[in-house]
């Protein structure tokens, strides 16, 4: 593979980028992750997990345990010289640990296995950045649910100290007991499980009981039309196909008239939405004493779209929520003004959207009240073809989008990784199923180099590679294979290795180097005491913004009937084949 390589990147006169170094990995390592200051590297492999010195690449400390097997880890600062770390492992427990002091404790069993005849299995598990909250995705005898945790951190870094100072007390134990705080979870999310209703009066749409009524319907009805079809195409006399919903969650920082009542950079609210929903719905994570964690809990905020989701991505400050579409469409929500940004139509006919990304921007404004009119939202949008698109929306502006790539005719040259490198501007790092790694500049829609490994290994499991991007140290992470038709006695003999690749360094990223700030970017928003004083300046900057809206008001409806348009036409040269 690498003699291929060599042989394309010479007739296309394409540049290599030299491999910076390796080590051996622990047996069957599964994920690794980078904190956010980028001095650790977590990995989660058999019989636990592990933290490792991202610049010496020396293991500084492990958590083990027999018969386990970690297949899904996350890090996060939680203080000074304190992470975070959320596991799932393969039996579908997640746990929580803390790196404290160059040894891991765990500090909170999420899911405890009491009944194997009711086993919890965790989907998904997610901690915000900063450690504040963890948001886990539950499945358990055909139910599906979203469950939001609180952490308490302040507790944990009083009991972390208290462990640390016992081992350091004379004759003390390897294992120190600790009565760790637990968790408090904040809010139990489920599907939406509304009957239909239909709208006698028109008017009734206004209210908001009946308009969020009519879109959570709509949601169960469009459900139970998949399920429907999914079990009538099973041939086999009593089967069915029904698959459980699931759910995809994004933690939403302060934003737009919300008064924070939290730590500064701490969420306040999730995004949630399930597939085969139209719905997008926001639900703060602060709520009253007297709410209970199993009462049923309303959104705060619903945002209807006209078409299914089929996937979404929030920029780093959570302004901007993007979401793919049906029919090729996709809808930014800004969450400053709620409400959204022209829709544009992609054109994606022969291949629904698979995954998407922000490409990272936080406008920057003195004047607040043009954040409503003037910011733009760049995305990469990945459709299950192979093809890519980028896509720029914004107000007062005409949407663009442009194809990439072309479609693949090889299997092999599917993408399996498409993303956004931070500190390179333009620069996206593309994994195809083939084992090729190569960096492509976005607006030239030309490949900037290869990334090669050695001859003695291949990408482990090219489809779901593991691997890192540390955007501090401006590095690649990705674990490779060896080659079964090289020797076994070559250098790294027959053990998984970590590949490193800087990228600060070569002359051709030079230009496309840039600096990043330490943490997600904040709306300067005026902080508001009350709600009059909320109204008040909302009222203020919507009329000083009035002559771009009604520009931006203009063009998309404009954009809305050629999207009409364009859409009855797809239909019709569907139905027509």
């Not at 940004?341 to 922000?358: E, G, K, N, T, W």
Request: aromatic share 8%; with cysteine.
């Amino acid at each position: 593979m690498e003699a291929a390589y060599k042989t394309e990147t010479l007739r296309k006169k394409i540049p290599t980028l030299e491999l910076s170094g390796e080590t051996q990995l622990p047996e069957s390592t599964n994920c690794m992750a980078c904190s956010e200051d980028g001095r650790y590297l977590s990995l989660g492999h058999s019989q636990g997990l592990s933290v490792w010195c991202a610049s010496s690449l020396i293991c500084i400390a492990e958590w083990l345990q027999d018969r386990l097997e970690v297949t899904s880890i996350q890090i996060t600062s939680m203080a000074e010289k304190v992470y975070l770390l959320g596991t799932v492992d393969d039996m579908g427990v997640a746990r929580v640990f803390a790196y404290h002091c160059e040894r891991i404790h765990l500090l909170s069993v999420i899911n405890i296995m009491e009944n194997i005849n009711t086993r919890i299995i965790c989907l998904t598990f997610e901690l915000s950045e900063g450690g504040g909250y963890g948001a886990a995705s539950f499945s358990c005898n055909g139910s599906v649910w979203l469950e939001v945790c609180h952490f308490p951190s302040e507790a944990w870094l009083k009991e972390l100290e208290i462990a640390e100072s016992k081992k350091q007390e004379p004759n003390s134990s390897e294992d120190v007991d600790v009565n760790w705080s637990p968790v408090a979870v904040v809010i139990k999310i489920k599907p939406p499980r509304i009957p239909g209703t239909t709208l006698d009066d028109p008017l009734e749409v206004l209210q908001m009981p009946a308009f969020f009524t009519n879109c959570l319907a709509l949601d169960v009805i469009t459900s139970s039309s998949h399920q429907w079809d999914e079990q009538s195409s099973d041939t086999d006399v009593g089967k069915t196909n029904e698959s459980p919903r699931r759910c995809t969650q994004h933690f939403l920082l302060p934003c737009g008239f919300i008064k924070p009542n939290s730590q500064p950079g701490f969420p306040i609210a999730v995004g949630v939405w399930w597939s085969g929903s139209h719905n997008l719905f926001q639900y703060l994570l602060q709520k009253n004493p007297k709410n209970k964690a199993d009462v049923e809990p309303v959104p705060d905020v619903l945002w209807p779209n006209a078409k299914e989701i089929l996937c979404s991505a929030v920029s780093r400050c959570t302004r901007y929520v993007a979401l793919g579409l049906e029919d090729g469409l996709v809808c930014v929500w800004d969450r400053q003004s709620a409400s959204p940004l022209p829709v544009v139509s992609v054109s994606a006919a022969d291949s629904a959207f698979c995954r998407m990304q922000i490409v990272d921007y936080c406008p920057k404004s003195a004047d607040d009240s043009q954040t409503f009119t003037a910011a733009k939202v760049s995305l990469l949008v990945l459709c299950k073809s192979g093809v890519i698109h980028t896509v720029t929306t914004g107000r007062g502006g005409q949407p663009c989008t442009a194809q990439l790539n072309e479609r693949p005719n090889d299997s092999g040259e599917l993408q399996t990784v498409t993303a956004s490198v931070r500190f390179l501007q333009s620069l996206l790092l593309v994994v195809q199923r083939n084992g090729k790694i190569f960096l492509q500049d976005v607006i030239k829609k030309t490949i900037v180099c290869f990334l090669i490994l050695p001859a003695t290994h291949l990408i482990a499991s090219p489809c779901t590679p593991v691997y890192v991007l540390d955007t501090k140290q401006q590095t690649l992470f990705i674990k490779g294979d060896p080659e079964l038709s090289c020797n076994a006695s070559s250098k790294g003999g027959s053990q998984s290795q970590l590949f490193i690749f800087h990228f600060g360094e070569p002359d051709i990223f030079k230009k496309n180097i840039v600096s990043l700030p330490d943490s997600p970017g904040q709306q300067n928003t005026p902080s508001c005491a009350t709600l009059e004083e909320s109204c008040s300046l909302y009222l203020q900057q919507r009329a000083l913004s009035v002559d771009e809206r009604h520009k931006a008001i203009t063009q998309t409806w404009k954009q809305l009937q050629e999207t009409a348009v364009a859409v009855e036409q797809r239909h019709s040269r569907a139905a027509a084949s």
